[in-house]
């Protein structure tokens, strides 16, 4: 279910490398949470955010949430598809759902990152509920 | 803290997967596929809600009416038999203690349908104040309490139940039958569609459930149920409406008596008392007000707070309720809500937002 092909933070972004881009997203596991995404606020291109750093908000029916960069590295494209779109983010969100790509990105935080079975293992207390 | 209550529809609900949450003491279906989804079925279509969790009482007895009356603020000896009407239940300094319907069954018969969370201490306030002679029996536990809301539900009521409710009026109820047994059928809702509230016994409820979704019924959860609520400018108990405000600041004229005395009438029918209004607000963009966000003049000064906010699915901008003092409490005047996060233009609107429910159309329409 979740794709072994990137990685991903406790926060529950994912970040998935692509030759020198590293794009990042939200899972899965995150999308379902937050319910009927209907706005999303992605950071400006051009500009460096470091890991944990604040960088956009994601508005469910339900609640605000905000969205972290979660390795260190320069924006230098946000998915404008999202604007009049955000439900995308619900529908598919490992693909078509992607938020923002790094330029420049920080390779050491990358393999920090959680592996696919480590992230699922993070929120598997929480399933059957 | 006493561990959340189940509805007797709770199995159905967890069966057919619903995320689930505590709400007034009950753990509730918050949402089955999608707010917005469950949403616009409500609108265009029809949906199925567990409101178990709500309190029955009924009250009878020659002096059941007088008591009411000194209890709640809409007038009520104008009901007929078979009519029901919103109103308040107050506290002596005008504070609301919960909003309620009152049912007319007979002469001196009647049904109060209150809140959840609210509904223990209802009791005993109601019960406290009533006369000897009045008898107060509190039935929610064996009651099932069913909502079936949107254009396509007087098709499904009518294949559903024993015999036709065609003829029923807005805010009028009738008791039928359904599977042989007595039910209560109520013209009445939380989401400005044409729909009914159905009172039945416990053992009724998933049957009825079930039946209901196989005319096509959407399942909807407490989610969606809020949002239709504020499209429509209902007030939320906890959020719009508290002990300490003021009940006439909430703008239901309708529903507050000024020709007789009632507990709370000498604050709530002064109008020098009622220092703030209660606004609808639409914002600019998609990005939601909450619940404790600041309501500004257009030029950054703080005059109020923000009791309910959210996207709303069918304007498909952000849309809020909060309160005002009277003065600037204007339609279409320009304000901004400033949140945790930015100040979010808006504009004061009138109430209902959302203008194109069917809740008052003749159910003849939908048949």
Known sequence: MTPSDRRYSETHEWVKIEGDIAIVGITDYAQESLGDITFIELPESDHKVDQEEECGVIESVKAASDLNAPIDGEIVEVNEELDGKPEIVNEDPYEEGWLFKLANYNKEQFEELLDAADYEATHDDDHGE | ?367
């Open chain 2, 1 to 367: 803290m006493s561990e959340d209550k189940k509805t007797v529809l709770y199995e159905t609900h967890v069966d057919l997967g619903a995320k689930m949450a505590p709400f007034g003491g009950y753990i509730m279906p918050i949402q089955y596929t999608g707010i917005v989804k469950e949403h616009e079925a409500t609108r265009k279509e029809a949906t199925l809600f567990d409101t178990c969790h709500m309190g029955e009482f009924y009250l009878s007895g020659p002096n059941a009416l007088a008591d009411l009356e000194k209890l709640i603020t809409c007038t009520l000896s104008t009901l007929e038999n078979g009519q029901c009407r919103y109103g308040m239940l107050c506290n002596e300094q005008g504070g609301v203690i919960d909003d309620l319907l009152t049912y007319r069954i007979a002469e001196e018969d009647f049904m109060l349908v209150v809140n959840a969370g609210t509904q223990d201490n209802d009791f005993e306030w109601i019960k406290a104040r009533l006369s000897a002679d009045t008898q107060i029996e509190n039935r929610s536990a064996e009651t099932a309490k069913i909502d079936l809301q949107g254009p396509a539900s007087p098709k499904m009521m009518n294949a559903i139940l024993d015999e036709e409710i065609s003829d029923l009026r807005y805010f009028r109820f009738k008791h039928t039958t359904y599977k042989g047994e007595t039910i209560i059928v109520s013209r009445t809702g939380y989401t400005g569609e044409v729909g009914f509230e159905i009172y039945a016994p416990n053992k009724l409820a998933e049957t009825f459930w079930k039946e209901a979704m196989q005319q096509g019924a959407t399942c909807a959860g407490l989610g969606a149920r809020d949002t239709l609520r504020l499209e429509i400018g209902m007030p939320l108990y906890g959020h719009e409406l508290s002990q300490t405000r003021n009940a006439a600041e909430a703008g239901f004229a309708r529903s507050i008596a000024d020709d007789k005395e009632f507990i709370g009438s000498s604050v709530i029918c002064d109008p020098e008392q009622k220092k703030e209004t209660m606004i609808g607000i639409t914002l600019e963009g998609r990005r939601a007000a909450r619940e404790g966000d600041i309501i500004q003049t257009s030029d950054g000064t703080a005059i109020g707070t923000i009791t309910s906010g959210s996207i709303s699915p069918s304007l498909g901008t952000a849309i809020a309720m909060g309160y005002v003092p009277n003065e600037y409490a204007i339609e279409g005047k320009e304000i901004s809500i400033q949140t945790a996060r930015k100040a979010l233009p808006a504009i004061i609107s009138s109430l209902p937002i959302y203008k194109d429910g069917t809740a008052r159309k003749k159910l003849s329409r939908f048949l």
